[in-house]
């Protein structure tokens, strides 16, 4: 019988020369990167789509979980005794390296993925280090961070799924539950102003069906279906999935008035989970927003995610002292200060071949 109790020895940070990393990858909902260790100036980064549920909805989880196996074998140049370090998108228990499941990868698959071991079975002689990819941003924030070294952070990314992650910045270890497994933000439940809709792992009404990517064009199609007086028919968002995303960043710096509401109803969930983490663990000094949709329209989501935070958030303190969460409620600077790429090969380091 597994031991069930929580465990708390997943480092964070350490060795961040990680030197003996040849190679790096960083598997996402829509798209994988790939690079040699250590980046350069001179590095190229491979970009792929990833077979996923995000870019082919109708392919069952098996087949592609299958070409997902072959793409990472096919990416990695023949090396011998090479370590490789993967950044993945998904659940995964941090001591096991077995993945639970990722909905913007394998949908509502719940079928566990022992994706090192799978790995290690085609390529026996690579050393295969697969870590969440949250966790690797923030091994990445905290090396790009030395001077916070005894503060309290927790990294979210928001993209084609929502995850959230923090350490102890005291033994610099991770605390998990008994699945090993922490901060799936995600898949809570959201409160939502009469909107309902579908999560990409099979629930309703989580956190990622409003807030993260795709729920940001979902929230979008639900309310021009529907009729509000006070929603503006004519707007300049296009809400086919190719068009989305660019129209949607477009309309927001237009400020147009359609576009806004979206945003403001998409955020209120995790705007509301990031009042739960600050009423319950006041002592987290910066809450990191990072990911696809932070990159794209960063500024507008955190306005209105600081919005919601004002008008419903940390009882008497968010009013009381109302710059307080606009120094703990932060966006990453740019995309290198969270790179999974980085991340994954400092944890390669530190794992010693293990998953992180
Ligand atoms: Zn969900």
Redesign the pocket.
């Known amino acids: 019988m597994a031991d069930s109790r929580p465990r708390n020895d997943t480092p964070l940070g350490a060795n961040a020369g990680a030197a003996d990393t040849t190679f790096v990858l960083d598997i996402g909902g829509t798209w994988t990167r790939a690079s040699s260790w250590p980046l350069s100036a001179e590095t190229v980064v491979t970009t792929v789509r990833t077979p996923s549920r995000t870019n082919s909805p109708e392919m069952p989880a098996g087949d592609l979980v299958e070409q997902l196996v072959d793409l990472i074998v096919a990416l990695v140049p023949d090396q011998v005794a090479s370590k490789v370090a993967i950044s993945l998108g998904a659940a995964l228990d941090h001591h096991r390296g077995v993945v639970y499941g990722s ?1 913007p990868l394998w949908g509502d698959s719940t079928t566990d993925v022992p994706i090192s071991a799978r790995l290690h079975a085609r390529c026996p002689h690579v050393q295969w280090v697969v870590t969440n990819d949250v966790t690797a941003m923030l091994a990445a924030y905290r090396a790009a961070h030395p001077e916070l070294h005894t503060t309290k952070i927790a990294v979210v990314t928001v993209s084609s799924g929502i995850a959230a992650r923090y350490d102890d910045p005291n033994s610099r270890t991770m605390p998990t539950d008994p699945a090993g497994l922490q901060g799936e933000i ?2 809570l439940p959201a409160v939502t102003n009469g909107l309902h809709l579908d ?5 309703f009404d ?1 956190v ?2 409003f807030a993260s990517g795709p729920g940001l064009r979902a929230v979008a199609e639900a309310i021009a279906t529907r009729t509000e007086p006070d929603v503006p028919a004519n707007h300049a968002v296009v809400l086919s999935p190719a068009a989305f995303e660019r129209t949607f960043a477009a309309a927001l710096d237009a400020d147009d008035p359609f576009a806004h509401h979206v945003l403001r109803e998409a955020v209120n969930p995790i705007a509301d989970v990031f009042t739960y983490l600050l009423t319950t663990q006041p002592d987290i000094e910066r809450i990191v927003m990072a990911g696809g949709v932070i990159e794209s329209i960063g500024m507008h989501y955190h306005r209105a995610v600081l919005r919601r935070m004002r008008q419903r958030g940390v009882y008497y303190t968010s009013n009381s002292h109302p710059t307080w969460l606009d120094s703990v409620v932060v966006l990453a600077q740019s995309p290198e200060e969270t790179s999974p790429l980085v991340g994954a090969a400092i944890l390669a380091s530190a794992q010693s071949g293990r998953a992180a």
């Open positions: 909905a995600g898949h999560c990409a792992c099979g629930e989580h990622a069906a």
